[in-house]
């Protein structure tokens, strides 16, 4: 049985829609868990609408606490072997379980492409290769498929064993980029993985947070960061492509600078800045080994690795200059 978990927040506007196509999936050895994250909207009735029509589906009704909450209430309340996520504002085709049931073949991670929409309307579509991956050659499946950009727990379907074996849940003391942490750790427990040539996702594209009503403070993409870059770190020990290490360790530069201007961007406490600066400067050190850096990324690298005391200063003066930027 494949467990669907969809998280609820204000959704009433497309719910039903996603309701439907998983109803209307050709595989039918399914359940749906609708986690109701505090919705101040009809999102609840129109869930148990529903609720009563089906028997596999069940609601959930929870006070606020963010999407990874709301999934990790879906994990531990399912009873399939096998588990995937569609956010409240998008769909699926009526083959997309299908596919992922005829092409399992035990593997740890089952990945399928998908098509962004916005205004109705095909804005980009991602196909995937159509090949198995064991873990000695996941440097291939990183690059092949852009997986470093393809952090969503949408289009995936993980198995609920790996999931308890090693206790991965999304994060929740930070709500900005959980669903990448949630991967990246699912990925790092991996022996082995298969992508499917089959986009039947529709992804959303618009400008409101139909997922949660917290907002994302400077600290939680920080805590992103951290996470993000040891994980990394881990799964790149294992890999020997050259190219592939310098294009990720490229990324950390990137996501450091962009934690370092957030920093300054909203207001900190100077020492809370400091103890953050000092906690992230252990994960990049690293990267000052790495060739072809140019002078501008090399220099933040030598400054970020100073004492947090010393980098405070040197950081500010550089971000009011608008010397350190992510570009």
Not at 57 to 86: M, Q, W
Not at 201 to 221: A, E, F, M, V
């Amino acid at each position: 049985m494949i467990g669907v978990i969809v998280p609820v927040f204000n959704a009433e506007k497309y719910l039903p829609h996603c309701i439907e196509s998983v109803i209307a999936q050709t595989y039918p050895n399914w359940e749906l868990l609708l986690v109701d994250d505090g919705s101040r909207d009809t999102s609840l009735a129109i869930c148990s609408k529903y609720a009563k029509l089906d028997s596999r589906i069940k609601v959930f009704h929870k006070t606020n606490g963010g999407p990874g909450d709301a999934r990790n209430y879906g994990i531990d309340n399912s009873l399939a072997e096998c588990l995937c996520f569609i956010d409240s504002d998008d769909w699926i085709e009526p083959s997309y379980l299908e596919q992922f049931h005829v092409n399992d073949n035990n593997e740890d991670l089952l990945i399928q492409g998908m098509i962004q929409e916005k205004d109705n309307k095909e804005v980009e579509r991602k196909r995937l290769s159509d090949k198995k991956y064991e873990r000695d050659i996941f440097s291939n499946a990183i690059r092949d498929n852009n997986l470093m950009e393809y952090g969503s727990p949408c289009c995936k379907l993980f198995r609920k064993t790996i999931l308890q074996r090693f206790h991965i849940r999304f994060p929740i003391e930070y709500q900005c980029g959980e669903d990448t942490v949630f991967f990246l750790r699912y990925l790092s427990r991996c022996q082995n993985l298969r992508c499917l040539p089959y986009e039947g996702y529709h992804y959303l594209r618009h400008g409101i947070d139909s997922l949660s009503g917290k907002t994302h403070p400077s600290i939680s993409l920080f805590h992103f960061l951290l996470e993000e870059n040891t994980i990394y770190a881990s799964l790149l020990s294992s890999i020997r492509d050259l190219d592939l290490l310098n294009e990720l360790n490229e990324r950390h530069v990137l996501l450091a600078k962009r934690g370092y201007i957030n920093m300054f961007r909203l207001k900190y406490e100077p020492q809370e800045k400091i103890r953050l600066m000092e906690d992230f400067s252990k994960q990049i050190r690293p990267l000052l080994s790495m060739k072809h850096l140019s002078l501008h990324d090399r220099t933040f690298l030598f400054l970020a690795c100073l004492p947090g005391h010393c980098q405070h200063p040197f950081f500010y003066l550089l971000y009011q200059l608008g010397i350190i930027q992510a570009q």
